[in-house]
DNA sequence: GAGAGGACGAAGTGCATAGC
DNA sequence: GCTATGCACTTCGTCCTCTC
């Protein structure tokens, strides 16, 4: 598919993370742009470690100034509206939705580049007056597109930085993933803090949770 | 129509290898 | 020694197809 010059690209993170938020994040990529964000050395934010996506993060957000755009959603917020939705992929397009109605507020912009999680429908049905101006490019592996990319390393520093504040809260390190250390700590986080505590911290439709929680 | 299973999307970790 | 990269494997989820 021939990708357009002038695009938004939105992806998300925490998305498969029993801990923390869900962080969507969209940028603005114009003509201009490739150059810079090759030379920066952007790519799919998989590929680059936690320390170094800080350090694009920072030059991103500097750079990029008004032409990005953040939607973060804690876990407290992740677990209402899921219990509302019902729906991941639902979900995901809501917040890539409200991402690209907030660009479009601040950029003029014809197609909008996001990465396959579902049916299309559901990023047009929850995009509102303003958003279904534009077309979308809903594709596999989009984070090959660098906007995507970009938005996909901005997506996971806020991640990063709100997982490391949730470790700062509760006075132990909160891993990523869902793995056996996710569990141990999580019992730890139910032992002294209560089951009631880990709707604020964790999401709790994942299995892991539900095993964490009994 | 309902349920099962496979495919595919996202994320993570761990290990081996290569280059500076 | 450190960092980057590639691969295999794990977890989570949804969607689609097939069978009953």
Not at 154 to 167: G, H, P, Q
Request: one cysteine or more.
């Amino acid at each position: 598919m021939l990708i357009p010059h002038e695009h938004i690209g939105t992806d998300e993170a925490g998305k498969g993370d029993c801990f923390g938020p869900l962080v969507i994040a969209g940028v603005f990529v114009e003509p201009g742009d490739v150059a810079k964000l090759q030379e920066m050395g952007v790519t799919d934010s998989k590929k680059i470690s936690d320390a170094k996506i800080k350090r694009l993060a920072a030059k991103l957000r500097l750079y990029f100034n008004h032409r990005y755009n953040l939607v973060f959603i804690n876990p407290e917020k992740y677990n209402e509206l899921y219990t509302k939705i019902a729906n991941l992929n639902k979900l995901l397009a809501w917040g890539h939705a409200r991402v690209i109605e907030n660009l479009l507020q601040k950029v003029n912009c014809e197609y909008a580049i996001i990465d396959k999680f579902g049916q299309e429908k559901f990023i047009e049905q929850a995009l509102m007056k303003q958003g279904r101006q534009i077309k979308l490019i809903q594709i596999p592996r989009a984070e090959q597109d660098l906007a995507v990319a970009a938005a996909s390393i901005l997506a996971r520093d806020v991640f990063l930085t709100k997982l490391e504040e949730l470790s700062e809260k509760y006075g132990l390190t909160i891993p990523k993933g869902c793995n056996e250390r996710v569990k141990d700590i999580g019992r730890q986080l139910v032992v002294k803090y209560g089951q009631e505590e880990m709707g604020k911290i964790a999401k709790l439709h994942f299995k892991t949770t539900q095993e964490i929680m009994g």
